[in-house]
Every structure is written in C-alpha cells, then in structure tokens.
T-cell receptor, first 111, second 112 residues
Framework: GQQLNQSPQSMFIQEGEDVSMNCTSS?????WLWYKQDPGEGPVLLIA?????ELTSNGRLTAQFGITRKDSFLNISASIPSDVGIYFC???????????FGTGTSLTVIP | DAGITQSPRHKVTETGTPVTLRCHQT?????MYWYRQDPGHGLRLIHY???????DKGEVSDGYSVSRSKTEDFLLTLESATSSQTSVYFC???????????FGDGTRLSIL
C-alpha cells in the first residue's frame, strides 16, 4: 500500500503555542484529509483539501494542500488542552478510490 | 455525529472461533468501509462496499469476509479468528468514493 509519512510522530507543547505537522508521500494525491482521534473514539474529520495550493481553515486549524501534490500541512494556532489527541492525514490517489492513512501525530498540550 | 453505530464495542474471543462485527448507518451513504487500526500502521482498509451486495477487497483482506444485504448494514466476518487479528476495527461511510469518510467509534477485538 501507499506510505504516508507523518511528522513529527509526537509533540509536547505548552498551552498557547502554535503547532505544525505535515504529511508526505512519494505519490501524487488528488485529495488530502485531516482527522483528529480522541482515545476510545473514531477519527473525526477536521479539514478536506481538493486542489493543489489550497489553504483551508476550521477555527484555529489551518491545512494546506502542497503544490507538489505529494504533501499536506496542518497548523493549530494558540493550542488549548482539548487539542490533545492523535492527528491523522489521509490521501486519495488520482487514479484510485482508496484513502491511505498516515500513522498519526500524537499531540500533548501541557497546561 | 454521523449516524454510525458499531457493535459490539468490545469483544474477547478464542482463536479459531468465528466473529462477526456489525456496522449500522442512518445516513443512507452509498459507500461503507471496514478498517483495522494497529500501532505503527495507522488505519488499513480491509474491505469496502459501494452498494447492496457490491463489495471489494482492500489492502489487508486476507482472513476477512464482508456482506451488505441492506444499505444501512455492513458486516465484517472473521471465519476463524487468529491472534494476528487482534485489533481495533473501524467502520466508515461516505456519500461517494471521492467524498471524505466518517467513522464510527470502533470495536476493540481481542483474540486469545
């Protein structure tokens, strides 16, 4: 299957700090998704991106579709304790209908 | 919350026994998916369905079968469970193949 590399694997930050994470692949994708997963629950969709260069916000979250179409980025501004969780990227190849998921970035926010 | 219900939420069973997990949706979405989630692997697609009685394999389909007799229900069956199938299983739905998927809360399956 396709490999989506998420970086960093884990982050420990102080409340109020900004967060940046990314997702990269060797393949070109036509759709990028970002999800958040809380313990004991399923992933929840945060942002969907459909065009290269697209920048989309959802509250304090902003995601970008990389212009090479091989990467995507998620930023969280002014982090708060409820931002704690695992963030997953997912990408859909141009020629397929399967979404491939990254292995996640675990975020811990220290009050 | 997307109207997705997975049952059971937890199950412990023995190697060699059959296991069936159920996913029920109230959203009338065409596509339904089964994933497994394991540490270090993220979410991996097992099988998916694009309509009643229309299913296809994902990247880790060996040892699993699925059935979809109604739009709202998608069943995942382990005919003879093995310890390597211990995992958390998630059901997801989407309106169409290019639309984002929405997930249920998962079933934690332990095979001893």
């Amino acid at each position: 299957g396709q490999q989506l590399n998420q970086s960093p694997q884990s982050m420990f930050i102080q409340e109020g700090e900004d967060v940046s994470m990314n997702c990269t692949s060797s393949s070109i994708f036509n759709t990028w998704l970002w999800y958040k997963q809380d313990p004991g629950e399923g992933p929840v969709l945060l942002i969907a991106l459909y065009k290269a260069g697209e920048l989309t916000s959802n509250g304090r979250l902003t995601a970008q579709f990389g212009i090479t179409r091989k990467d995507s980025f998620l930023n969280i501004s002014a982090s708060i304790p409820s931002d704690v969780g695992i963030y997953f990227c997912a990408g859909q190849l141009t020629t397929g209908n399967q979404f491939y998921f990254g292995t996640g970035t675990s975020l811990t926010v220290i009050p | 919350d997307a109207g997705i219900t997975q049952s059971p939420r937890h199950k412990v069973t023995e190697t060699g026994t059959p296991v069936t997990l159920r996913c029920h949706q109230t959203e009338n979405h065409r596509y339904m998916y089964w994933y497994r989630q394991d540490p270090g692997h993220g979410l991996r697609l097992i099988h998916y369905s694009y309509g009643v009685k229309d299913t296809d394999k994902g990247e880790v389909s060996d040892g699993y079968s699925v059935s979809r007799s109604k739009t709202e229900d998608f069943l995942l069956t382990l005919e003879s469970a093995t310890s390597s199938q211990t995992s958390v299983y998630f059901c997801a739905i989407s309106l169409d193949r290019d639309q984002p998927q929405h997930f249920g809360d998962g079933t934690r399956l332990s095979i001893l």
